[in-house]
């Protein structure tokens, strides 16, 4: 009697307190969802403002534990064997995306229901929830760990939480679609208003279509922030596997941790440099999907690079289903990264990484399929995208309930008139000379990284020993990083198609890696030649101390200017949006 009444209190204990984690959340959601709280937000301001703020800091890691807790159970269900965390958030985004997708097509979109399975996931995970990998704290991992968390508080805080109203296509055509799928519990038009443009773009976005059953269309842009937080996760562990650490020497691979932090940091502050200086990644628009591509485009390339295991053929197959049935078009780079890893692989002889790259391409294939079919048995059109394939296959009886083929084809000739130079010769000499720059900032790396250590081999009494050098790991890895990046800036310098041009944003933050990368290649391979001009001594800390001062200098210029600009710091103070906006009449320009 006794031990079961023990056995009881503990149970109830247990369940209390991990109810008690939940309370915050419940609070958060109930303030952001009151009744006028989103006009108090555009016009008035004031203490709502502030509140506002704090739900969403409040808010926002929880959103990204569900995604986590989403992808470990799926992981349990499919593969058990270990993960690491990067892969349980795509995998379980991904997972979210087809269960919102088929909630959605079924019409079950509710917040109970939606709520109710948001709270189980998080009591099972937190059933078993282990402790995060810890690295050992020195002074450069504490340094570059202030520098990135100074970047994401100045993102979060101007891209994430305040509200966008001054992009011309978040509040009038992203918004109001989240907005309807949380009214009408679906994916499938109102009869009163059938704008067959927001079902073909937001209705495979089954991730932000449950989080906005129960949330603001806000939302779009929290999730948009994890999913920036998440490229950096994933540039972090591709520098980890992409740059050959134990080739240079044992002090670099102890420098392993804070240069590939410091690479992910100067990756997300990084900005276009061609055919102007203009902002990367942290200025694509968080009310939008693009930055939920840009991430499953990274981490693609991620699993592809890295050494082939059961658990990459899973999520390379469930990740390019949700990635092309959220927009058929994605398919296309998708294929890029497939083919780009089937062809390491190939050159490897690795049986297992070509199957994982072969799946990437199938379900990119599985997913496109799924959606063209759904759109055309609905819309009467596969795709508006590229209109002048599916426009021979339109079913005239089905579109008509949703618009006029007239109209969609002067649409579609007027938003034409922006590619002026399609194919452009000059477009691929800009490509050509923006390789030949990065190349030679590449080749300037290496010199000066090895002129720190031929001097430093000088200096030192014990000269480092030659006949201890690690074999040289396999370049595939930089090699399908630096193709992608290559391929993807020569279709948008060429191209010159706009939607192009807005999603290949993402390449600027491999930009960093991709140039290292190929500085200490280099730097490997000179090092076989002439050991004994090469001490590891003083060269990892001045490689990290350059990366560094390269990310706080690109942080301060971009990020934290636009943050400054923007005064976003006033919204936190409690200003409204209207005054925000009013007040910076330039925004668009940022």
């Known amino acids: ?148 968390l100074w970047l994401l508080v100045t993102v979060f805080i101007d891209r994430a939480v305040i509200p966008d109203v001054i992009s011309t296509d978040v509040q009038q055509l992203y918004a109001p679609y989240l907005a309807e799928v949380a009214r009408n519990h679906s994916i499938w038009l109102a009869a009163d208003n059938p704008i067959f443009s927001d079902f073909e773009i937001g209705h495979g976005n089954g991730l932000h279509l449950m989080f906005a059953t129960f949330l603001p269309p806000h939302v779009a842009q929290i999730v948009s922030f994890l999913y920036f937080v998440a490229i950096g996760a994933v540039i972090f562990e591709l520098a980890r596997i992409v740059l050959p650490w134990q080739a240079l020497g044992r002090r670099w691979e102890d420098a392993a941790i804070p240069i590939a932090l410091a690479l992910a940091i100067l990756g997300l502050a990084w900005p276009r440099t061609m055919p102007r200086v203009s902002p990367g990644l942290y200025i694509m628009e968080f009310g939008k999907y693009h930055l939920q591509t840009a991430a499953f485009f990274v981490y693609f390339l991620l699993v592809v690079a890295r050494t082939s295991q059961k658990r990459d053929k899973f999520a390379a197959g469930i990740c390019a289903i949700a990635v092309a049935a959220s927009y058929p078009p994605y398919a296309a780079l998708v294929f890029v990264i497939s083919s780009l890893g089937a062809f390491a692989k190939v050159v490897q002889r690795d049986r297992s990484g070509f199957i994982t790259s072969v799946l990437l391409g199938a379900g990119a294939i599985a997913g496109c399929i799924l959606s063209l079919s759904i759109n055309y048995l609905y819309l009467g ?186 005064e976003a710091i006033t919204f936190v103070g409690g200003n409204s949006s209207h005054s925000y906006a009013s007040g910076h009449p330039g925004l668009e320009a940022v």
């Open 381 to 566: 059109i596969p795709a508006t995208n590229p209109y002048s394939l599916f426009r021979h296959v339109v079913s005239l009886e089905r579109f008509s309930k949703f618009g006029s083929l007239d109209l969609l084809d002067y649409f579609v000739v007027s938003q034409s008139l922006e590619v002026t130079d399609f194919l452009s010769k000059s477009g691929f000499v800009a490509f050509l000379r923006e390789a030949r720059s990065v190349l030679a900032v590449a080749l300037l790396l290496a010199l000066a990284t090895y002129a720190v250590a031929f001097v430093d081999s000088k200096l030192r009494s014990d000269r480092p020993e030659s006949h201890k050098l690690a074999p040289l790991p396999n370049p595939a890895g930089l090699f399908v990083v630096v193709a992608y990046v290559a391929s993807v800036r020569l279709l948008d310098m060429a191209l010159n198609i706009p939607s192009l041009m807005r999603l290949s944003v993402h390449v600027n933050a491999l930009f960093p890696l991709a140039t290292v990368g190929m500085a200490y290649w280099g730097l490997a391979v000179a090092r076989r030649f002439k050991p004994a001009w090469f001490s590891d001594r003083l060269a990892p800390h001045a490689a990290l101390a350059a990366i560094l001062l390269a990310g706080t200098w690109m942080t301060a210029a971009h990020p934290w200017k636009s943050f400054k600009v923007d």
């Open 1 to 148: 009697m006794v031990a079961a009444e023990l056995r009881l209190r503990t149970i109830v204990e247990t369940w209390s307190l991990r109810i008690l984690i939940l309370v915050p959340a419940a609070l958060s959601i109930w303030f952001v969802n009151r009744t006028g709280t989103y006009r108090t937000l555009l016009f008035d301001g004031g203490w709502t403002t502030r509140f506002y703020v704090l739900a969403w800091i409040v808010l926002t890691p929880y959103l990204g534990w569900l995604v986590m807790a989403t992808g470990r159970l799926t992981f349990s269900l499919i593969r058990h064997e270990p993960t690491q965390r990067v892969d349980e958030f795509f995998v379980g985004a991904a997972a979210l995306i087809l269960t919102g997708f088929g909630f959605g097509a079924l019409s079950v979109l509710y917040p109970q229901i939606v709520l109710g399975f948001a709270t189980l996931m998080l009591l099972w995970d937190s059933r078993s929830c282990r402790k995060p990998q810890r690295f050992a704290l020195t002074l450069p991992l504490m340094a570059t760990s202030l520098l990135g």
